[in-house]
C-alpha cells in the first residue's frame, strides 16, 4: 500500500480492543486537556515523511506489560470524487509495549515494521519487530518508521544500573517476607545466590548516570 498525504495517530493502550485506548493523550492548545488519540500534521505528497512532532501522554502508575502505544496510519484523500468516499484511507499499523521484559521503560531510538492488517490476540505481548506469523508486513517486514521515546519519570530511572538496585531490594524483601511467614520447621530457600548478586550490583552503582542517581538519591537512601 502507498499513501501520500499521510498522518500518523498514535493511542496509549491498556489491552487490545478499541475500547483500551487510554484517554492520557496531553491535547493541543485548542482542544480538551486529554483525548484517547494523539496526531501529527499531515504531510502532503510525500511518500516518505518525516516528522517533527512531539505526541505526549501522561503515564499511568500501575504500568503492566499489556500498556503499549499503538500507532496508525492513513493516507488523507484531497481530492474525493465522491463525497460518500472516506477522507482517511488505512494504510498500516504497528505498536511497541511500554515495558521490556524486565520491567523497566522502554526509550530511546526506536525503530520499527508496520502491519497492514490487525495483529492476532496478544500482540501486545511482542513488539511488532517479532516476525508474528500470518500477519502481512508493510516491505517484507523492514522496520520502515522510527521514533524516539524520551520518557521524563520519578518512577522509571531509565538507568539500567539502578535499575537492577531497585529491582534486587525489591526482591531481598520479597525473600525476607517469605522467611517469616515460613512455618517454625520448614526450612528456608537458601538466599547465598540473592546476597552475591545484591553486593555486585551495590557495587556497580556508582557507574550509573549521576544527574539520574541524584535525581533518586532519596529512594536509593531509602
Known sequence: KSGRN?????????????SCALPLAFGKSSR????????TVITYHNKVPEYYDELKFRLPSNLGHKH??????????????????PVELFIGLT???????????VHGNIDLPVALETPPPNYSLLPASANLP??????????????????VSTVHPL?????????????????????FSLPYQQEAPDDSLLESELKRIVVSLPEADTQTLVHFLPLLFD
Open 95 to 105: 505498536w511497541i509495549p511500554l515495558l521490556n521484559k524486565d520491567g523497566s521503560l
Open 134 to 151: 500470518s500477519v502481512k508486513w508493510l516491505d517484507n517486514h523492514k522496520p520502515v518508521f522510527s521514533l524516539r521515546l524520551s520518557p
Open 6 to 18: 499521510i498522518v500518523i495517530k498514535a493511542m496509549l493502550m491498556c489491552g487490545e480492543q478499541p
Open 159 to 179: 538507568d539500567t544500573k539502578i535499575e537492577s538496585f531497585l529491582s534486587i531490594c525489591d526482591e531481598t524483601l520479597r525473600e525476607a517476607r517469605l522467611k
Open 32 to 39: 480538551p486537556e486529554f483525548a484517547r488519540e494523539a496526531a
Open 68 to 85: 503499549h502505544l499503538y500507532f496508525t496510519f492513513y493516507h488523507i484523500s484531497c481530492n474525493r470524487k465522491q463525497e460518500s468516499a
